[in-house]
C-alpha cells in the first residue's frame, strides 16, 4: 500500500516562505507525475504545481514565478517551495502522485497566511 507524508505547512505572513514536503512509502515501481494541489474553504481544490516524467512542469497561473515544484527521485519525495506568500494561497494542501497506474493523495497540510 502506498502512503504520502505530507510536511512544513504552517502560518507565516504575507510576503513569507514555506516549503512543502510529500513523501511516498510502500512499493513503487513507477511514477508519472507528482503535484501539488489545494483546497481552500468553498472553493474546489484545483491543481497548484505538477511534475511529469522528463521533469516537465506546470503550474497556475495564481503561482508561478512565485512557487517551485521539485522531486528526489531517489526518496520518492516532491518538494513545494512557496515564496512571496499571500492571503490567497491560504488552503489545505494536498500531495497527489500518479503510480503504477493508480492515484494517490496525501492527508493535507494546512497553509495560513495572514498578518
Known amino acids: 500500500q502506498v502512503q504520502l507524508v505530507e510536511s512544513g505547512g504552517g502560518l507565516v505572513q504575507p510576503g513569507g516562505s514555506l516549503r512543502l514536503s510529500c513523501a511516498a512509502s510502500?512499493?513503487?515501481?513507477?511514477?508519472?507525475?507528482m503535484g501539488w494541489y489545494r483546497q481552500a474553504p468553498g472553493k474546489q481544490r484545483e491543481l497548484v504545481a505538477l511534475?511529469?516524467?522528463?521533469?516537465?512542469?506546470n503550474y497556475a497561473d495564481s503561482v508561478k514565478g512565485r512557487f517551485t515544484i521539485s522531486r528526489d527521485n531517489a526518496k520518492n519525495t516532491v518538494y513545494l517551495q512557496m515564496n512571496s506568500l499571500k492571503p490567497e494561497d491560504t488552503a489545505v494542501y494536498y500531495c497527489?502522485?500518479?503510480?503504477?497506474?493508480?492515484?494517490?493523495w496525501g492527508q493535507g497540510t494546512q497553509v495560513t497566511v495572514s498578518s
Open positions: 511534475m511529469r516524467s522528463g521533469g516537465i512542469t
Open positions: 510502500g512499493t513503487i515501481f513507477s511514477i508519472y507525475a
Open positions: 497527489n502522485i500518479a503510480a503504477d497506474g493508480k492515484g494517490y
